[in-house]
């Protein structure tokens, strides 16, 4: 039986904005990430990441068109969920749109969202290639 993993909230994640010696966590698809130790590895940059430090960076991470070998690498930073209903000012039941992180990006997981991003990527490997292929 796999190992649980835990939830964490919207503000439990922004502390972890990488600032101050704090760790550098994301949220991508409401799955917690702690990249601190995958900074100096990243090929965008320890600055890319930092971007997205302490909050949602699925439209980050989706608008770049990351390779299949990319998502599996990611699989190895996950720490836990996050909590879309948990109550940090989020009155939108179930979603997470709308959740503002310190770092000024708003959280968005919704359907339409996704398959707007499938379209950003396509487009974007057209123009600049596969991302993280190497």
Same mark, same amino acid.
């Given at each position: 039986m796999p190992?649980?993993?835990p939830t964490y909230t919207k503000d #439990?994640?922004?502390q972890n904005n990488g600032q101050n010696g704090a760790r550098t966590w994301i949220i991508i698809r409401s799955v917690v990430y702690d990249v601190t130790d995958y900074l100096d590895e990243h090929p965008g940059g320890a600055e890319l990441l930092g971007?997205?430090?302490g909050g949602d960076a699925t439209r980050g991470f989706d608008?770049?068109?990351h390779s299949s070998d990319a998502v599996k690498k990611?699989?190895?930073f996950e720490i836990g969920t996050f909590d879309k209903m948990?109550?940090?000012g989020n009155d939108n039941k179930g979603s997470s749109k709308g959740v503002k992180f310190s770092n000024g990006h708003e959280a968005d997981d919704s359907a339409d969202a996704y398959k707007k991003s499938k379209k950003r990527r396509k487009f974007l490997r057209l123009i600049?290639? #596969?991302c993280?292929?190497?």
């Open positions: 190992e649980e993993k #439990q994640v922004a971007e997205y430090a608008d770049f068109g990611l699989k190895r948990a109550k940090n600049i290639g #596969q993280g292929s190497g």
